[in-house]
């Protein structure tokens, strides 16, 4: 049986096909950006037409929510149905994930080349797992284990209040609400499309850091300012305060959420990072401060300092976790079946 899995994001849309008989190889992987078509239709039917696949079902990690088969992608004026998909291209069933999802469902099949251990940590045989991936947006979610079947659930909590915890993100967060924003989330501050643009124009029009010409013109030339800025700000050999101070800010608001996210959820099987953008900023993730931010939880602070924390390297979880998804979902309708 054929699966066709996705991962359908704001910027991107990477479609790959899991045979049932073979289920740890990925085929006919190929990317798509998302900005080029109209549906996610669209694509499905490119790729089916350049490699002439039988498809039997589909599964795919989208990146916003989804409620009964339907999903508004948060970034993209896309709207899916798993109905729709289903009977255009007729498939036994289809399957529509929230992207963290897709990643949660990733993490029982990641090996150890996958991660980067930041924090060893004592993890509970069982326990929670929770996940925090910036990106395009922020994502987040989290992983439960039911009699050791991984059962992954999605979450919007970075549509939550935006909560400072030192006076610079005090400051930023006053700005925001100077610029008009009456709800500040932590993805307006703490993602790759808003959050670090928002934390440039907080430091560069407060004065707290002078915009050098250089890079003012490089920024005038970009379609996308946010690799222009983290790769500013890693450029050792050209020091740029005002790009290294966005990556800081950045850096303790995430580090604050990804601590905020496993109390809430109470993560004692660890908390995992994974996202566009964290594969970039590997080097700032590794300095003390970030794991001093995310354990800073006053009277908990022992209890967050006992979860193990991870580094996804791998950029294609969600589509292994759609994969792996759909792969069980298919033995359970071919049990069925039987």
């Known amino acids: 049986m054929n699966i066709l899995a996705g991962d359908t994001g704001g910027t991107k849309t990477i479609l790959a096909v899991v045979n049932t008989d073979d289920p740890n190889i990925l085929m006919f992987e190929k990317k798509y950006l998302s900005n080029n078509y109209n549906s996610l239709e669209d694509i499905i039917s490119d790729y089916l037409a350049e490699f002439s696949l039988q498809i039997d079902c589909a599964c795919f990690a989208i990146a916003g929510p989804v409620s009964n088969g339907e999903a508004k992608l948060t970034n993209l004026s896309w709207h899916v149905s798993s109905e729709q998909i289903k009977n255009m291209f007729s498939l036994s069933f289809v399957k529509l994930l929230n992207d963290l999802e897709g990643v949660a469902y ?10 980067l251990t930041l924090h060893e940590g004592e993890p509970e045989d069982g326990g929670v797992i ?45 700005y925001m609400w100077l610029k008009g924003f009456e709800h500040v989330s932590f993805e307006r501050v703490c993602s790759g499309a808003l959050g670090i643009p928002n934390i440039y124009d907080f430091i560069r029009e407060t004065g707290k850091a002078e915009e050098p010409q250089w890079l003012n013109e490089m920024l005038a030339k970009s379609d996308d300012i946010t690799p222009v800025i983290v790769e500013a700000a890693k450029d050792k050999n050209n020091v740029c305060e005002i790009s290294g101070m966005v990556l800081w800010i950045f850096t303790e608001i995430l580090a604050a959420e990804c601590g905020n996210l496993a109390l809430k959820t109470l993560s004692t099987g660890g908390i995992y990072l994974g996202g566009g953008i ?60 039987d």
């Open 106 to 115: 990733s993490i029982p099949v990641l090996d150890d080349t996958d991660l």
């Open 130 to 174: 929770s996940i925090v991936a910036p990106g395009t947006g922020l994502g987040e979610g989290f992983l439960t284990f039911n009699d050791n079947i991984p059962v992954a659930f999605p979450s919007e909590g970075s549509h939550v209040s935006f909560a400072p915890v030192n006076k610079i993100q005090s400051e930023l967060l006053e």
């Open 278 to 337: 964290v594969l970039h900023i590997l080097d700032e993730l590794r300095k003390p401060y970030f794991l001093q931010m995310l354990k800073s939880k006053g009277r908990f602070e022992e209890l967050v300092s006992q979860m193990p924390v991870k580094i996804i390297l791998n950029n294609r979880a969600a589509l292994l976790g759609a994969a792996n998804y759909g792969q069980q979902l298919a033995e359970k309708n071919e049990m069925i079946k």
